[in-house]
């Protein structure tokens, strides 16, 4: 038999998945690795796995494949090889290069708590300014904060509920439009510099006290 045949026959895709860090819950379930998943949607049976989200399906093989972004050979090489089938070392470096590196849908993940934080930052900020530089007269000249907080409040908001309610692929959208150009990086920045300006200011009126 070959590798494929071997391991195939010999390896169960649920301890293969567990052994790489998809937990699997007893109903079979887990969050899936290949899409930005957010209930377990993935189920993982002893010859197979399939994602009900995002249709990702297959055997170990294709199941090691695709989490470590090895080809199909290589992926069962190191499967014969992390479980003791053979003792030949899985191809190259790469393998453990690979195994290192964040896994995009962790990313993604870890992406999308960062943009919700911004978001919802902002979001309450721009709140504030509403009511905060509201002007008093319909005389009085808007102060630029309020003039901003109208323009942006109702898109921020439409953002976060998206991250909230939508489902993964737009969540995915609103994460990929924030990482682009910057942007995230951009918001945060200036929530940062809006912080350190509003922490000046209260020690401006402590002194005056
Ligand atoms: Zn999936």
Request: proline share 3%; net charge neutral; charged share 35%.
């Amino acid at each position: 038999m070959n590798v494929f045949g071997t391991v195939k026959t010999s390896i169960n895709t649920r301890e293969a998945a567990e052994r790489y860090g998809v937990e699997v819950n007893r109903h079979g379930k887990a969050l899936c690795p290949f899409h930005n998943d957010r209930h377990p949607s993935l189920f993982v049976d002893d010859d197979h796995y399939h994602c009900f989200a995002c249709g990702e399906h297959g055997d170990v093989i294709d199941f090691t494949s695709k989490l470590h972004g090895l080809s199909l050979y290589d992926a069962a090489k190191k499967l014969a090889y992390d479980f003791g089938i053979t003792q030949d070392k899985p191809p190259d470096k790469a393998v453990q290069e690979k195994l290192n590196k964040k896994s995009e849908a962790r990313r993604l993940r870890e992406n999308e708590k960062l943009c919700f934080s911004a978001l919802m930052e902002y979001y309450k900020l721009l709140q504030e300014w509403m009511i905060l530089y509201a002007p008093k007269t319909p005389e009085e000249t808007p102060h630029d904060r309020f003039i901003q907080a109208c323009h942006h409040l109702s898109y921020v908001e439409y953002l976060v509920d998206l991250l909230v309610m939508g489902d993964s692929y737009e969540r995915t959208e609103v994460i990929d439009m924030m990482m682009t150009d910057g942007k995230l990086k951009k918001l945060q920045t200036y929530l940062k510099k809006m912080k350190k300006e509003e922490k000046a200011c209260e020690r401006r009126k402590d002194f005056a006290r």
